[in-house]
């Protein structure tokens, strides 16, 4: 708090400039003010059909070439080119909403169950299914390490009203999580499924990333051929990722 106040008190003073070695320095930031080439505030969107929309409406004046890069999966920004001063105006910054799940991380078996159904695709190439009937039948307690290799494990699972019988958790699973905007085809990628027996909180599942990032330059692809795809027609828009 002291120092935020010091800090404070000192830029309330008037900017000085100080020759050192020959060159110029201020005692204090500046900020320049442009008149002749003012900047607006970025419009906030959520999808790409709205950023789209918003480019083909052509509700504004937009001089020159513009800009269109996928930063990530799960955002797009719209820049113009460099000014007299070389410098750029961001016009619209797009955030897809995307659910979320914690990854690498261990949850309750039950809320593992919710979220594998409510966050990620039930494709029938992929092993969501298997996934769910494993989890939701494993017996308490009976979670145990198979082999001493660190990677397979077995648990009991239920096959009936009565039955009982032993299992080897799947692994490597394929699955095809919410990651990147709603308009494109979700990417499929491998993960390490794991279960572990809590004492106090029972069993536990999680799902580990196991395709190095290659899902990110799947979903940023997807995105840029999606805007590529849209924007055919507007020559002045280049769409990068």
Not at 31 to 36: K, V
Not at 80 to 92: L, P
Not at 121 to 150: C, H, M, N, Q, W
Request: glycine share 4%; aromatic share 10%; with cysteine.
């Amino acid at each position: 708090m002291i120092k935020k106040a010091l800090e404070y008190v000192v830029g309330l003073g008037e900017a000085r400039e100080h020759d050192i070695h020959g060159e110029t320095f201020s005692d204090k930031p500046l900020y320049r003010i442009d008149p002749y080439f003012p900047k607006a505030k970025a419009i906030e969107l959520h999808t790409l059909t709205g950023l789209v929309d918003y480019i083909k409406a052509e509700i504004d004046y937009m001089q020159g070439r513009m800009i269109v890069e996928v930063a990530d999966p799960e955002t797009v920004k719209l820049y113009s080119q460099m000014d007299d001063n070389r410098d750029r105006e961001t016009v619209v910054v797009v955030k897809a909403r995307v659910p979320e799940f914690k990854f690498n991380h261990f949850i309750d078996h039950e809320a593992f169950n919710i979220n594998l159904q409510s966050k990620f695709i039930d494709d029938p190439e992929t092993d969501r299914a298997l996934i769910l009937k494993f989890a939701g039948t494993v017996e308490d307690g009976t979670v145990t390490d198979y082999s001493d290799d660190g990677v397979t494990q077995k648990a009991t699972v239920k096959t009936g009203l009565a039955s009982k019988t032993d299992a080897i958790v799947p692994n490597p699973v394929s699955l095809r999580p919410y990651r990147t905007f709603l308009e494109v085809e979700q990417p499929k990628s491998d993960f390490i499924f794991r279960m572990k027996q809590d004492k106090y909180d029972g069993v536990q599942c999680a799902i580990f990333e196991a395709d190095g990032g290659a899902w990110q330059n799947a979903a940023t692809k997807a995105v840029k051929n999606y805007l590529e795809y849209e924007l055919v027609d507007y020559s002045d828009f280049t769409v990068i990722s």
